[in-house]
């Protein structure tokens, strides 16, 4: 069974930057499909940024050119960098596991991190 610890969100102004990392057990880092989205209370889940198992990286058009997701396996932990940050970057965001691109975050997520942009 897969446990994901995140943290490493906070309070920002727009343009500023936060490193959030996800603690993995259970489960190698450097296997499978993992990932990060967001998610608003309420609203749709939106994927972020995802690594495969060979650490391809995909990225919602949203995160592209200001978030690169990567992992350190010898700390089993999974890290999303987030530079440029806008005020619609806020939200709770989860670190996830899955098997496939498709299937992806079946495994499950972890608890979450708040990230909050504002002037």
């Known amino acids: 069974q897969v446990r994901l610890v995140e943290s490493g969100g906070g309070s920002v102004q727009p343009g500023g930057s936060l490193r959030l990392s996800c603690l993995a057990s259970g489960f190698s880092v450097r296997d499978d499909y993992w990932g990060w989205f967001r998610q608003a209370p309420e609203k749709e889940r939106e994927g972020v940024a995802t690594?495969?198992?060979?650490?391809?990286?995909r990225y919602a058009d949203s995160a592209k050119g200001r978030f690169t997701i990567s992992r350190d396996t010898a700390k089993n932990t999974l890290y999303l960098q987030l530079n440029g940050l806008k005020t619609a970057d806020t939200t709770m965001y989860f670190c996830?596991?899955?098997?496939?691109?498709?299937?992806?975050?079946?495994?499950?997520r972890g608890q979450g991190t708040q990230v909050t942009v504002s002037s």
């Open positions: 690594m495969d198992s060979i650490g391809r990286d």
């Open positions: 996830a596991k899955g098997r496939s691109d498709s299937t992806w975050p079946e495994d499950g």
